[in-house]
């Protein structure tokens, strides 16, 4: 199967001189300035060159309160929420443990609250309870 699948492939394949002929400049549809090769950037525009400085929250508060904004509130030069962000909890700074999680500016372990059990505002029901973030789990 292997000797049929090269043999096709080799028969396909077109001489030297055909491939010259298809690769030829002679007959180029591209515009000049498409067909002539670069040899150096020298000269070139320096648009790639330039950096956009970037907006940052501690010069500009109202960064953060612009639609696609990560946060209302500034911390740090980054837009964060401070009601949800575990590196910022509450206010710029807290942070909250590992297994904890940010609620309404609290940090609070999802695994064992009645009130965020698994997630914040995620309420077990009467009677039972919160264990490895899930309501009634035995």
Excluded: H
Excluded at 13 to 26: A, G, Q
Excluded at 89 to 117: R, T, V
């Amino acid at each position: 199967m292997l000797m049929a699948l090269a043999a096709i492939t080799l028969s396909a394949s077109t001489p030297e001189e055909d491939r010259e002929e298809w690769f030829s400049d002679e007959d180029n549809d591209l515009p000049a300035t498409l067909s002539q090769r670069k040899t150096s950037l020298r000269g070139a525009s320096r648009f790639l060159a330039t950096r956009a400085t970037a907006t940052t929250c501690d010069k500009n508060p109202k960064v953060c309160k612009a639609a696609g904004s990560a946060g209302r509130d500034c911390c740090k030069k980054k837009c964060v929420d401070l009601k949800t962000d575990r590196v910022n909890c509450g206010k710029c700074g807290k942070k909250c443990k590992y297994s904890e999680i940010c609620c309404k500016g609290k940090c609070l372990n999802s695994m064992s609250d009645k009130k965020n059990c698994g997630g914040c505002n995620n309420k077990c029901k009467k009677g039972s309870s919160c264990v490895y973030g899930m309501c009634s789990y035995a």
